[in-house]
Nanobody
Framework: QTQLVESGGGLVQAGGSLNVSCVVS????????VGWYRQDPGNQRALVAK???????SYEDSVQGRFAISRDNTANTVHLQMNSLKPEDTAVYVC?????????WGRGIQVTVSS
């Protein structure tokens, strides 16, 4: 059973940085495309950043240049380094893994940016 566990969220002031991590178990990590999504109070999710199994990254426009996604295949972990955080970055951040037309989701972690 594939499981995703997020960690590293919290409260930070505007302009600060946070690093959130997603550890994946129960699947062949190196075959997974992994992404981070923001979830709003209505549980709608929007992609923030993604890294493919081949290490190709992509970002939503509002975080381009501020966020960096990376993966460590030896530790089955994807990191999202978030810099120059803004109050509008406040959200629940949810990790997603995609392989063979199947999606797996973590429970999410709260990131709050105060002004």
């Amino acid at each position: 059973q594939t499981q995703l566990v997020e960690s590293g969220g919290g409260l930070v002031q505007a302009g600060g940085s946070l690093n959130v991590s997603c550890v994946v178990s129960g699947n062949v990590f190196r075959l997974l495309d992994v992404g981070w999504y923001r979830q709003d109070p209505g549980n709608q999710r929007a992609l923030v950043a993604k890294i493919t199994k081949d290490g190709i990254t992509s970002y939503e426009d509002s975080v381009q240049g501020r966020f960096a996604i990376s993966r460590d295949n030896t530790a089955n972990t994807v990191h999202l380094q978030m810099n120059s955080l803004k109050p509008e970055d406040t959200a629940v951040y949810v990790c997603n893994a995609h392989v063979l037309r199947r999606d797996y989701w973590g429970r999410g972690i709260q990131v709050t940016v105060s002004s």
